[in-house]
């Protein structure tokens, strides 16, 4: 059996990153208030494709894309680009946003250490909320058990009392980056929707671990979903991992994206899901287990949903596994293997 931090790193997909000092700053909400009061979208008649440069491209006279953060492949062809992967065309940034703007779910797939995948999510649904009222937000990086904190910490920061320590405050887990995560999660944290965990705790993953569940389903549990996810775990574990944990890392993963789709499905609507890219797949994350949980209750017809993955411009995304790619520069290279 593997070390329980390993497992623990997997299983919390934090892309194995190092634990940072936890660091507090203030967010100026006065930015997102001109932001939101900034003219709408879709009387946008033709908006440019953001380039791969460092200056932002002009959405309207006042509002704009923000800069590129990410230091690799800023040359790339495809930065900046938004590609319908259902028609293989690429689209401006005011189809997309009009078009996400009538979606009951929205999964937003990122990479979990790019800060400009974290830059268009806030971008993004304040362009939505020009659009329409936001019902919700998850989130893959808070717990179940961290929401009485953060209905409480949602609570205080509405009436104008900002905890000194807002990550202390929502207990928030140091496997996830609050400089990466900070600005987004304390804007949502002030805005009259809630802001739903969509993660199990860490006592439940491990009983997951030692006690894998039957996972109940059509689709997330068809033969070419888990040889997929196993394909992904093996990749992920750098082909080190025993086969003999295979099954339990396997049902540790999809009680995940369980758990988030339900969250979703429960969560007041329009509710949009920030998790990783993995998560959001339409080919074996949690759209499938969405497909199920509707299925077993007799939902017809089925929520809509849309995929959105942000992805680095030298990375290759399959064509089924979202509706909408955002292409960015890429984060330096690391070898999660070499020291292994």
């Keep these: ?83 319908d992967m259902r028609s293989r065309q690429v689209i401006s940034v005011a189809q997309l946003v009009q078009e996400l703007a009538t979606t009951p779910v929205l999964l937003l797939g990122e990479k979990h250490d790019n800060p400009d995948h974290h830059a268009l999510q806030l971008w993004l649904l304040d362009a939505l909320a020009a659009q329409r009222q936001q019902g919700a937000v998850v989130m893959e ?29 929502l207990n928030w887990h140091k496997g996830w980056d609050w400089q990466q995560y900070g600005e987004f999660v304390s804007h949502v944290l002030a805005q009259p929707y809630p802001l739903l965990a969509g993660n199990l705790n860490r006592d439940a993953l491990m009983q997951i671990y030692r006690q894998p569940p039957v996972l109940k389903g059509v689709e997330s549990t068809r033969a070419d979903v888990t040889q997929r996810l196993s394909a992904q775990i093996r990749e992920s574990h750098c082909n080190k991992l025993p086969e003999a944990q295979l099954p339990a890392m396997l049902a540790v993963q999809q009680q995940r994206d369980r758990t988030m789709a339900q969250v979703v499905l429960d969560a007041p609507k329009p509710a949009l899901l920030i998790a990783g890219a993995y998560h959001t797949r339409y080919d074996f994350g949690v759209p499938l287990h969405l497909h199920d949980l509707q299925a077993a209750a007799g939902t017809t017809p089925p929520v809509q949903q849309r995929v959105l993955i942000f992805a680095e411009a030298d990375q290759e995304i399959d064509a089924g596994a979202a509706d909408f790619i955002w292409y960015t520069p890429a984060v330096a290279e690391k070898d999660y293997c070499a020291d292994l």
């Design 141 to 169: 990086m808070l717990t179940v058990d961290q929401q009485a904190k953060v209905d409480a910490v949602q609570a205080d920061v509405r009436q104008g009392t900002v905890p000194a320590d807002i990550p202390a405050a």
């Design 1 to 83: 059996m593997p070390s329980f931090s390993r497992l623990f790193s997997y299983v919390m997909r934090a892309c194995r990153p190092a634990y940072y000092q936890i660091k507090f700053f203030m967010v100026d909400f006065m930015r997102w208030v001109v932001l939101m009061m900034c003219g709408l979208l879709a009387a946008c008649q033709v908006t440019p494709v953001q380039k791969g440069a460092t200056e932002p491209v002009e959405l309207t006279a006042q509002q704009a894309l923000p800069k590129w953060q990410s230091p690799r492949a800023r040359d790339h062809q495809r930065v900046g680009q938004i590609m």
